[in-house]
Every structure is written in structure tokens, then in C-alpha cells.
């Protein structure tokens, strides 16, 4: 019989293969499905209600950076709550709506607000899931568990595109495609409220904290940590980057397929790596420590970067520098997570993830702009932008290695 989060194993240790570990990761994979599936046909629903690239930038910047801001909000909620599951569930329900009352939009204004409304329920739940799921383990067993979560959104993010793929070959307008996203979206939102239990732990009247209070009871190496996050992510850029390199580098076809349907497959076949390191590298983390394993992912990731400035795009070349990218974003992803929870105080855990979550949207927003200006003032050498972005992820790895931290007491493994 599956054991909670709270049962006893052998040796009165808690198993980290149980009903919520199990019940986070279905969420994050039906919820990547429905979030995938939907983001691939956005910009032809736009299109068909008249608007542009501009009204797209617009969206998606507007939505990155509220759900930056909603990740902090419910980082800190999940400190001051009794009860942070419904907290989750509520953010699994909104995305899963907002995504898919994009259908219904008869305007580039009411897709903005759908669109908004879907990515703050997502940044308000991701804090209260990544709490649940730490209290569900043990410390020694943490890296199994968000390396299963991560897997779970990873191959949802393969899965999305696919049925995109199909229902428009099938002649499905691109805006009935947004309704059938409700059905991951609901299981998603299901998979939280039936499998997942809180730890009695977790069940305890909240503290009331100012949110500056919070942050300052993270502690100094957690705060030194979140500054290399925000170095590395400086240089850690959107793969829809990666995509357009890869449609404008490929010339002619490969196998009957176009530039633009390659870039594409190479874009599912990192997501595929990308859920098949998950897992691996999660239990490699509880094997030899989250810092090691990070500190080679990150120097991975500023070698992959590189290769994309220095090697021929070709199609072998392209696939091998994506597969290396699924790698990478797979490590980061799940040793980043793993090594905020050992640095994290138990009592501020929320906060904390929260505020990481919150730094790698900033990450983003600068790398991704970085790379795109520098690609845009160089248009025949984007090389420039992909050495100074790995300039930047090297730098990460070099401050993550030359810091001394000590871990939480309460959390601490080897």
C-alpha cells in the first residue's frame, strides 16, 4: 500500500516514493500538458483576432513578470498559512481556467487578461507545492523527489506540443484547441486535492511575519546563494532563443521536414532529455550532495552556451547542443530547488522558495533580452550573445564554488 507523506518505512524513515510526491509530480506533468499544448497555439489564436508579434511581447512579458511577483506572494502565504494545500490546489485551478477561457477571447485585450490571470495562479502556487513536497521526504531523499516532479513537467512539456500538433492536424481551430488544455488543467488541479496530504508538521497555525522579516530569517548563505542564481540566470536565456537560432540556421530540410518543423522536434527532443535527467540526477544529488552537482551542471550549461557560438549549425551539431541543453536545464532545475530546501530554515521554507523562484524569472528576463539585443545589434553574428550569456553561467559556477555555506540545521545532509 502507497505510504503518506508522514508514515514510517523501515527503520521509522519516511518512504519518498508516496501518495503526494507521487500526486505533485502528476500535477506538474498534466499541468506542463495543459500549459504546453496551449502556449503552442497562442500566437495563431492572436493572429486570427488580428493582432501581432508586438501584442504577443506584450502578453508574455506582462504575464512573466506578475507571476515573478505572485511566486513571492505565495512564497510568503505559504509561511504564514495553517494550510498549504489549498493554497496549491487554488493556483492549479486558476491556471488551468485562464489558459483555457483564451477560447473564448474575441480580443488581443481579453487574451492579455486570461493570460495573466493563468500565470499568477502559477506563481502563487509554485512556493506551498515545493514546501509540500520537501515535507513529504526526508533530507536525504530530497533530490529523488523534485527530480521525479521535474520530470513529470518535463515530459508534460513534450506531451503539450505533440497533442497541439495532432488536434491542428486534424482540423481543430487553434482556439478550440485552448478548451481541450481544461483537461489536464482539471487533472492537474485534481491530482493536488485527492493525493496529496499535508504532514502533520505543516498543519500549524501560522506566524505572522513582514515580508522583509521573512527574507532577513532566510539567512546570509542563502542569501549569498540567491545571487549566484540571479549571475547564472543572467545568462541562462528562454530556448525559444535556441528555436529561432535553430529555424534560421537551417537551411533546405532534413528527412522531408522544414527548417521551422525540425526546430520545433528539436525543441521536443530537449524536453525529452530534459525528463529523462530529472530523475537521475535528483537521486545523483542525495548521492554526493546538491552543490557538487550543481556547480558541474552550471559549468555544463556555460559550455553547452558556448557551443552554440562556436560550432556549425548543422543538424547533427543542433542536435547534440539541445540534447546537452535538456541535460543542463534538467541539473539546474533540480539541484537548484534541492539546495535551496538544505539551506532553508524549516520555518521560512516558503519564503525561500518563493524568492528563488521569483530571482530566476529576473534571470530570465535578463538574459533573455540580453541575448536578444546583442543578437538584434549583430544579426549575422549571434554568436555574441551566446559567449556573453555563457560568460555569465561560468561566473555563476566559479561564485557558487568559491562560496562557503553551511546548511540549515534542521535540514541538513551531506
Given at each position: ?95 488551468a481556467v485562464g489558459v ?120 546570509k548563505p542563502f542569501h ?57 540526477i535528483g537521486a545523483l ?130
Amino acid at each position: 500500500m502507497t505510504r503518506g507523506p508522514g508514515d514510517a518505512g523501515e527503520g521509522g524513515a519516511r518512504a519518498w516514493l508516496n501518495r503526494t510526491t507521487v500526486g505533485i509530480a502528476l500535477a506538474s506533468l498534466f499541468n506542463d500538458v495543459s500549459h504546453e499544448l496551449g502556449t503552442a497555439v497562442l500566437p495563431a489564436v492572436l493572429l486570427a483576432l488580428g493582432a501581432g508579434p508586438a501584442a504577443l511581447g506584450w502578453i508574455e512579458g506582462s504575464a512573466d513578470g506578475l507571476s515573478a511577483l505572485a511566486k513571492l506572494w505565495g512564497g510568503v502565504m505559504t509561511d504564514r498559512v495553517a494550510r498549504r494545500k489549498p493554497l496549491a490546489s487554488i493556483g492549479y485551478l486558476v491556471t488551468a481556467v485562464g489558459v483555457a477561457a483564451i477560447g473564448l477571447c474575441t480580443s488581443w485585450a481579453q487574451v492579455f487578461g486570461c493570460r495573466v490571470a493563468a500565470w499568477i495562479g502559477r506563481g502563487s502556487r509554485s512556493a506551498p507545492r515545493d514546501v509540500l513536497m520537501a515535507e513529504a521526504t526526508t533530507p536525504a531523499t530530497t533530490g529523488k523527489a523534485f527530480g521525479m516532479e521535474r520530470a513529470g513537467d518535463a515530459l508534460g512539456a513534450v506531451i503539450g506540443p505533440l497533442v497541439a500538433v495532432a488536434l491542428l492536424a486534424r482540423g481543430v481551430e487553434a482556439r478550440h484547441v485552448m478548451f481541450a488544455s481544461l483537461f489536464p488543467g482539471l487533472l492537474a488541479f485534481l491530482s493536488i486535492v485527492l493525493l496529496v496530504r499535508e504532514t502533520p508538521a505543516a498543519l500549524r497555525p501560522g506566524r505572522a511575519r513582514s515580508f522583509l522579516g521573512s527574507l532577513r530569517e532566510t539567512g546570509k548563505p542563502f542569501h549569498r546563494y540567491l545571487a549566484v542564481i540571479l549571475l547564472f540566470g543572467s545568462g541562462d536565456f528562454s530556448r525559444t532563443l535556441l528555436i529561432l537560432y535553430a529555424t534560421q540556421h537551417l537551411t533546405g530540410g532534413l528527412f522531408s521536414w522544414k527548417a521551422g518543423t525540425l526546430a520545433i522536434a528539436l525543441y521536443v527532443l530537449h524536453n525529452a532529455v530534459s525528463s529523462l535527467a530529472a530523475f537521475p540526477i535528483g537521486a545523483l544529488t542525495d548521492r554526493v550532495g546538491r552543490r557538487p552537482v550543481l556547480i558541474t551542471g552550471y559549468l555544463f550549461a556555460a559550455a553547452t552556451t558556448a557551443g552554440f557560438a562556436l560550432l556549425t549549425p548543422t543538424p547533427l551539431a543542433l542536435t547534440v547542443l539541445f540534447i546537452c541543453s535538456g541535460t543542463y536545464i534538467a541539473c539546474e532545475e533540480v539541484a537548484e530547488k534541492a539546495y535551496a530546501v538544505q539551506l532553508l530554515p524549516e520555518a521560512v521554507r516558503g519564503t525561500g522558495l518563493g524568492a528563488l523562484a521569483a530571482v530566476n524569472g529576473a534571470g530570465d528576463f535578463i538574459s533573455s533580452g540580453l541575448v536578444g539585443m546583442l543578437w538584434a545589434a549583430l544579426p549575422a553574428s549571434p554568436a555574441t550573445g551566446f559567449f556573453a550569456a555563457a560568460a555569465l553561467q561560468l561566473a555563476g559556477a566559479v561564485t557558487l564554488a568559491a562560496q562557503r555555506t553551511r546548511p540549515s540545521p534542521a535540514t541538513a545532509v551531506s
